[in-house]
């Protein structure tokens, strides 16, 4: 799948298969997360893949935006170095890659929780040092679902060119 077309179809999948994803399929969604670029190379992240059933069911019930973490076939946790200035862009960054390269495969997500994840955190044993910024669960979409059909502003709402109101088109 070309880069454009996974961002032009990708949806937050909220409902999964019982069904595992492969291993490698797991080690390019955590790689692409590696393998991005980060302010001054920095790389002010940690990614815990989870996979154990017991501890999904226990983050589906800490992360209340996320419940269905626990029927997903994996999660990763995404936690920055608090002493990072660029620790949220650039994680941020890192889980739009793992996003997208899971969607080329046919694996969807969706990014749960937001910074400050203390529970989260002492769950997973992540030091004080660093903070949860996101709980990012994977899996086969339980349900076919439309490619590309999304609510979005029109181009000529959000686009300016060479000044503020200026319009793209």
Avoid: C
Avoid at 40 to 63: A, C
Avoid at 134 to 145: D, H
């Amino acid at each position: 799948m070309k880069v454009y077309e996974a961002v032009r179809t990708v949806l937050a999948v909220r409902d999964f298969e019982d069904k595992p994803v492969h291993e490698d399929a797991i080690l390019r969604i955590v790689e692409s997360a590696r393998l991005t670029a980060s302010s001054m190379n920095g790389q002010p992240w940690h990614f815990i893949v989870v996979k154990n059933r017991d501890m999904l069911i226990e983050l589906g019930s800490t992360v209340t935006s996320g419940p269905y973490t626990a029927d997903s076939a994996f999660a990763i946790v995404v936690a920055i170095d608090r002493k990072s200035r660029f620790g949220i862009s650039d994680a941020s960054r890192a889980i739009q890659s793992m996003v997208l390269t899971a969607w080329s495969e046919g694996i969807g997500s969706n990014w749960t929780g937001w910074v400050g994840m203390d529970d989260v955190a002492t769950l997973l044993g992540v030091p004080k040092s660093h903070d949860v910024i996101g709980v990012i669960p994977f899996g086969y979409p339980a349900q076919a679902i439309g490619k590309g059909i999304k609510k979005r502003k029109q181009l000529a709402q959000i686009a300016h060119r060479e000044r503020f109101g200026v319009s793209f088109n």
